[in-house]
């Protein structure tokens, strides 16, 4: 399973630090986990993470490359806030099967299981979450999500990861226009390919570029695509994809 650093953030500002930072509205971690992103100025993705209510603090779940980056970015903007930034000291059970006392569901897609943060080792049960995301689009930290990432073009929209009604954060200009003034010329789609293929495969059609393909699970994959030539079959390598239906 992928490893990942719990952070704890403490203190009176807390949520309202987190409100002007984060890509997703804090106020529904009434509601359970809430998946959100730290972007730059200029809209592009820093980290994606889940905030777990816990009390007054809120836990922060971010995959453990990604750790430092995120601590480096939340301390530059913390300022004189009241928020102490700390590890929790918890590790995270996850799973599909029957969720345990205290799991929360997994806000980007019911197929997606079950979190859980306690003091036990980090385990999840054997579930294979390739196939789920690649079924359901779903990006990975580090595969489909990277520096050069737009998060509506990941399709943060779908995966509840965005919210347009909460007020600014940071990068929220340019998320907001690309929301309601532009059409996305380029996207994460699942595709469906008739080979093995290694992530970061260029697609191509008639030897132009069109795309990377990135995770695969069977038939199928999740391919970046400019979406104005994605059109009947591509090729990855030896690899024939098209958009599935």
């Excluded at 530059?76 to 799991?103: C, F, H, W």
């Excluded at 990975?140 to 919210?163: H, K, R």
């Excluded at 595709?191 to 570029?209: A, C, L, M, R, Y």
Aim: net charge negative; hydrophobic share 40%; aromatic share 6%.
């Amino acid at each position: 399973m992928n490893t990942r650093r719990i952070l704890r953030l403490s203190g009176a500002d807390t949520k309202d630090f987190l409100q002007g930072l984060v890509s997703n509205d804090v106020d529904r971690l009434a509601d359970g986990l809430v998946y959100a992103a730290i972007l730059t100025p200029q809209g592009k993705y820093i980290a994606d993470f889940f905030l777990v209510p816990q009390g007054d603090d809120v836990l922060l779940d971010v995959a453990e490359p990604l750790g430092d980056t995120l601590i480096n970015r939340l301390t530059m903007y913390k300022l004189r806030a009241d928020v102490t930034i700390a590890l929790s000291g918890l590790n995270l059970q996850r799973g599909t099967g029957p969720a345990p006392e205290g799991a929360l569901p997994d806000p980007r897609h019911p197929d997606m299981g079950w979190r859980a943060y306690t003091d036990a080792a980090a385990s999840d049960d054997g579930t294979d979450w390739d196939a789920i995301r690649v079924a359901h689009c779903i990006p990975e930290t580090g595969i489909e999500l990277t520096p050069d990432s737009f998060i509506l073009e990941a399709g943060f929209e779908a995966l509840n990861g965005v919210d347009f009604r909460k007020g600014c954060y940071v990068g929220q200009e340019v998320t907001a226009r690309m929301k309601h003034k532009t059409e996305l010329r380029k996207g994460l789609r699942v595709v469906e390919i008739t080979g093995d293929t290694v992530p970061g495969t260029p697609i191509t059609v008639d030897g132009k570029p069109v795309g990377t393909l990135f995770t695969s699970a069977g038939s199928r994959a999740i391919a970046y695509l400019r979406l104005d030539r994605a059109k009947g079959t591509m090729m990855a390598g030896e690899v024939s994809v098209r958009l599935a239906p």
